[in-house]
């Protein structure tokens, strides 16, 4: 059962607004594709876990918290009894690969940004946001 609905980020509001009335540019038109594809995946997310997942789980959609100064956000945390499962979705296509804790496109001789890395650390951020909280809810990462 979701506990708050996800909505466009005000950025891609923005640039979707623009876009149908300016040609932007090239930056800001990747910027755009991305931050919507990323939504479009996190709304697939959003439809998954309503049909697949029972009454008993809680869903917390795009969370933003801050903990000494660092703000953080997760695409959506799975609430079953006192664990909380944080979910980091990504919309990539294409084959990608892990090689020393760098993450490659297939073909690519440079790495990518590695998205493991924002997991670990919104895991950590998260993890001394409840504990200064007093939760009483264990972490597992998924």
Known sequence: MPLRSRTESDLLKLLGFLNTR???TEE???QY???KKGYEGEVAFDLLTAANLNSDVFVLNDIMLEINHTKFQIDSSLIIQDTI???EVKNFE??????DDEFYFCGAKN?????????KRAETLLQQYLKKMGS???LFLI
């Open 22 to 24: 300016m040609n932007l």
């Open 94 to 99: 294409g084959n990608y690969f892990l090689k």
């Open 111 to 119: 790495p990518i940004t590695n998205p493991l890395h924002q997991v």
């Open 85 to 87: 499962f944080p979910c």
């Open 28 to 30: 800001d038109l990747k």
């Open 33 to 35: 594709l991305n931050l």
């Open 136 to 138: 009483i809810f264990e």
